[in-house]
């Protein structure tokens, strides 16, 4: 079984379900989103333990006078986040299947492109066959925002895909010139693949600018402040499961992109802007934090939770050690493992005060809904990353990482552990507890709902106690893409001797 | 003796009649249309003419595929010659090689659509079938020549016979004041286009003594110019002008301003025409004289170009920003492509030509689909143009909704569709051609088309239906008795169309094929392109003395 199937799965998928009558669309997606998390569960087990390389390799010529390949590979940087995808887009479709959609065929239709181009570029051994899955990545979500989201959906789409587009160009036309430069520097023919691209550094000139145009696609994607001008917007319109896999995968597939791309083919621009690209992090960290304890809207709290978290996870990547960088992969799945179903809560809360997002007009929800306000709990103190929590972890080894690099920067960046504490407990207390709201009418959390959150608070507590799952599979693959820039950081001019040999 | 040689027999100019065909399959193809368009019955000119002329096109595409396949040599390896002596020693006029093969094959099919788009407006009942479609087969025609020749005077025939057939088709809607106006203001602009290119071209011939594109090119690149070709003010000026003349036909800035009005004026299947096969024609010619005839003054030209093509780029796209009828904002649109294409000529190297062909071909599929949604919404709705009057169009018509979305995410450049292999390809050859700033320069317009792009797609998906406001001629109640004379107009000229026309998705079954067809092949090219990039790899091959 090739990765072509994992990857194409939930597209056709989604051809079919839109042949099936209508009320069994949404059946026939989940259907669907189930086999492929099995997919995605067979390659899990049959991954091999402590090798770096790519397993599972799919290489065929695609464009041959391009030398642009359709390599597909796992290894331990993305095979957590393969799961991880296929997870979280099984419980939004399950949580969709439920619920009553216009024209179904349409939003299941843009949700099988939406998985089938996230599992793609995590996917993709190729920079520009990786180019081609994260553009395509955005368009269902904007198809997604613009039909079915609430409120300025129209102008809120535009802003989001705008922003993200213009990040995406600047990334085409940094791919097309590494891949042009690197095989006019070594008198080689055109390749784009990563493995071959690995072998033809190119000057530090040419990276610089070439970093920058990645970093910038990637920053505004994940969103970082000061490049978030369309998450307020986009996340408050979008549809709750479109923004749970956007926040929970789509946002990290940008983090993977740092970990997959620019670490590896730019070690020395990655060393250049270290400083730059953790202070932004650090900035963004702070800026996350504060907006999401002072915003009245409890979507809204969620949304820049996953700021400040993307930007520890930026902080981990750029920490340059293997230490740091192993802690934002575990993080970028433990975040992706907290921030859907909290998303989920949003909405189950929201619909028990008379279907507004804002906290004042929660709270006291939890006297009737007990199992509803426990599974929230457990997902709050994950968040906060709470000692024996897998997130804990996380946090810890990417703040160990940075340690090592930058003292002052970790010390500072410490604050944001406190101050995640307090955002998530202010959202679990002002709506599952306090004074009840005004329009509150509280009930028993849905079998449905149920069915969407259980597992994957499961999953979180199988995670705290045993973190080592993520961390065991990615460590050899960690090192190899950490080690270039490592190097260069520790002893630049060994590398440059390297290069020029 | 001196009898003898009297009575041998006059050597003519040997003509490769076979290398020809796609031109002389044209040339008798419309001609033939225009006299069975004379025939009384009233089926043969709905049916049979429009068929013919579909026919004719088949039969280009056929025969210069055949052409296409007899010589796979790389390099142009032969030259018809009309006039030449009979072993058929260069300078000929035309050089019916693989570049101007697969853009003939462009033009035809771009042709076909145009026909399929036409068959049951407005514009062939009011000017004549026979007429109409005559005149789209005669401008292919000259597009053929055009983008063949090999010296001045062929390519100053070839011009004149492609624009002045659409003078007249752009004003074919004649009872239309807005078709008319178009086809007025192209004649006027078309023209001052013709006479700079002959100007220009006069002073080339005056520069370097031939009219001949080999020789020329000879003349630019071994220094043979009095001063140099910098220093020489004759080959500067003549090369000036030549480039203002082709820009005017290609619709390239600051020369561009006819267009939208143009386009928005002309009847919608011959703006479709005009978008996709003029432009690349005029495109073609700009490879074929700059890339071959000028090479070797290209430190003189390529800055100039450049620039030009930046300004292009970026006029193009600001200007789409604000338009509210789809038809002048694809003008703009279109304004903006050919600054993208353009910069692949500006490279002169393979690279360059091969991308701007793939890009050429890409542009057809991307444009047509769009158009023929406008077609179609026009037979239906009297605001068939305007951007508003698509609002809702997803649910009510998806058939039509997703060719038009298909178009515009390809024109916008996102992947899966053939727009992002194109500018992909593009990106390639300018950075690998040292131009990276006007990759930088592709790029950034291309952010700013996605305002106007992503515009037309949230229109048709997200905004409510709004109710079709009844036709105004329906609504006046006019009759027959109302329509205006028409001077020499066709026997169907005066016939009152009944009714709004049949509505639903296949009312109109072959504008509905022309859109699923090309979006189709934009998705499919999109995923597969290997084939279209070997194939446009021959056209760049064609060129001899290319990097």
Known sequence: MTLSILIWLPLAVALLAALAPRPLIGQVSVVGSLVTLGVAISFLVRFKLGRAGLQFVTDHLWISSLGIHYKLGLDGLNVVLVLLTTILFSASLLW????????????????????????GAFCAQDLALFVAFFDLMLIPFYFMVGMWGSGERV?????????????SFFMLAAAVATGVLSANDHQASLNFALTALRGMRLPHASQEWIFLCFAFAFLVKMPLVPFHGWLADGYKSMPIPAVAVFS??????????????????????????????????????????????????????????????????TLGIFSLRPT???????????????????????????????????????????????????????????????????????????????????????IIAFAGVVG????????????????????????????????????????????????????KRSEPSVRLAVAP????????????????? | MNILAATAPVSGPHVDWEALSPLWVLAGGGVLVLLVGLLRPRAIRHWIVPGLAVITFLCTLAAAIVVFGYHPHPHRTFASCLVAGPACVRPAPLAIDKLALELIMLFAVAGIAAVLMSWRGIAPRESGHGEFFGLLIFSVLGMGVFVSAQNLVTLFL???????????????????????????????????????????????????????????????????????????????????????????????????????????????????????????????????????AAIGAQDTWAPLLATIAAITIVVGNVGALGQSSLKRMMG??????????????????????????????????????????????????????????????????????????????????????????????????????????????????????????????????????????????????????ELAPIAGGSLEADEWEEGPGPAGVFAYPEVTFVAIAFAAATIFFGIFPQPLVHFASHAANALPGLF
């Open chain 1, 248 to 313: 929970g995968v789509v946002s990290k597939v940008a983090a993977y992109g740092f970990l997959r791309i620019v670490l590896p083919l730019f070690p020395y621009a990655a060393v250049h802007f270290q400083t730059l690209m953790l202070l932004i992090a650090l900035v963004s960290i702070m800026w996350g934090t504060l907006v999401a304890f002072t915003t009245p809207d409890a979507r809204m709290v969620v949304a820049y939770s996953s700021v400040a978290q993307l930007s520890f996870i």
């Open chain 1, 420 to 471: 995640a504490a307090v955002y998530a407990l202010r959202l679990y207390i002002t709506g599952f507890h306090n004074r009840t709201g005004p329009r509150v009418a509280s009930r028993e959390l849905a079998l449905a709902d149920a069915a969407v959150l259980a597992p994957i608070v499961l999953v979180i507590l199988v995670l705290a106690f045993y973190p080592q799952f993520g961390l």
């Open chain 1, 485 to 501: 820039a490592q190097l260069q950081s520790v002893a630049p001019g060994l590398t440059r001797k390297v290069a020029s040999r």
């Open chain 1, 155 to 167: 102008r809120a789409t535009t802003k989001l895909v705008v922003y993200t587009l213009v990040g």
């Open chain 2, 158 to 292: 070839g011009i004149e016979v492609l624009s002045i057939p659409l003078y007249i088709l752009c004003a074919s809607e004649t009872r239309r004041e807005a078709s008319l106006e178009s086809g007025l203001k192209y004649l006027i602009v078309g023209s001052v286009g013709s006479a700079t290119l002959v100007y220009g071209l006069g002073l080339v011939y005056g520069a370097t003594g031939s009219t001949d594109f080999a020789t020329i090119g000879t003349a630019l690149s071994q220094g043979k110019l009095a001063g140099g070709v910098l220093g020489n003010p004759m080959v500067l000026t003549g090369l000036g002008l030549v480039i203002v003349g082709f820009a005017f036909k290609a619709s390239v800035a600051p020369f561009h301003q006819w267009t939208p009005d143009v386009y928005e004026g002309a009847p919608t299947a011959i703006t479709a025409f005009m978008a996709t096969a003029t432009k690349a024609a005029a495109i073609g010619v700009f490879i074929r004289f700059f890339d071959f």
């Open chain 2, 332 to 481: 703009y649109s279109g304004v903006a492509q050919a600054g993208y294409m353009l910069s692949g000529v500006v490279v002169g190297t393979r690279l360059g030509i091969q991308a701007t062909i793939l890009y050429l071909i890409f542009y057809l599929f991307m444009n047509l689909a769009p158009f023929a949604v406008i077609v179609a919404e026009e037979h239906e709705r009297p605001d068939g143009d305007y951007l508003s009057g698509l609002s809702g169009l997803g649910a009510r018509r998806p058939w039509l909704a997703w060719p038009m979305t298909i178009g515009m995410l390809a024109l916008a450049g996102i992947p899966g569709t053939v727009g992002f292999i194109g500018k992909f390809q593009l990106i390639n050859a300018l950075v690998s051609g040292d131009y990276t700033w006007l990759a930088i320069v592709l790029v950034i317009g291309s952010m700013i088309s996605l305002g106007y792009y992503l515009r037309v797609v949230a229109t048709i998906w997200m905004r409510p239906a709004v109710a079709a406001p009844v036709p105004a001629a329906a609504a006046s109640g006019g009759g027959p008795g």
């Open chain 1, 96 to 119: 969709s299947a439920f619920r009553e959609w216009d024209r179904p065929r349409s939003f299941y239709f843009h949700f099988g492109l939406a998985q089938s181009a996230v599992l």
């Open chain 1, 324 to 410: 740091g960088a192993q802690g934002a992969l575990l993080q970028m799945l433990n975040h992706g493992l907290v921030t859907a179903p909290l998303f989920f809560i949003v909405a189950a809360l929201a619909a028990r005060a008379g279907g507004s997002e804002r906290l004042a007009d929660m709270g006291g929800i939890a006297f009737r809904a007990p199992v509803l306000a426990s599974l929230a709990l457990i997902i709050t103190l994950a968040t906060l990353a709470m000692p024996g929590s897998s997130n804990f972890i996380g946090e810890f080894m990417i703040l160990l990482g940075v340690f090592q690099t930058k003292t002052a920067i970790s």
